[in-house]
């Protein structure tokens, strides 16, 4: 059974997050900067899956419209 990849990166980004709220929360304060590229890698991941989405949706309303002017 093949894993779809973007299925992964759907739990692995919030994962992180919360992983770098709870250091940021629990730690120390000389470890608290290990805990921010963590968080900031998530929100990219998850901001860049949105993005890449509504481009992709973009084309395809841009495909559709170009076939509609066809007919």
């Given at each position: ?5 973007g ?13 770098s ?5 629990l ?27 509504k ?17």
């Open positions: 059974m093949k894993i779809n990849k299925f992964i990166l759907s739990f692995v980004a919030p994962c992180m997050i919360l992983i709220v709870l250091g940021l929360i730690r120390e304060n000389t470890k608290k900067t290990f805990y921010l590229p963590i968080g900031l890698m998530g929100i990219l991941i998850i901001l860049e899956r949105d993005v890449r989405r481009l992709y949706r973009k084309n395809i309303l841009k495909k559709i419209k170009s076939y509609q002017k066809c007919k």
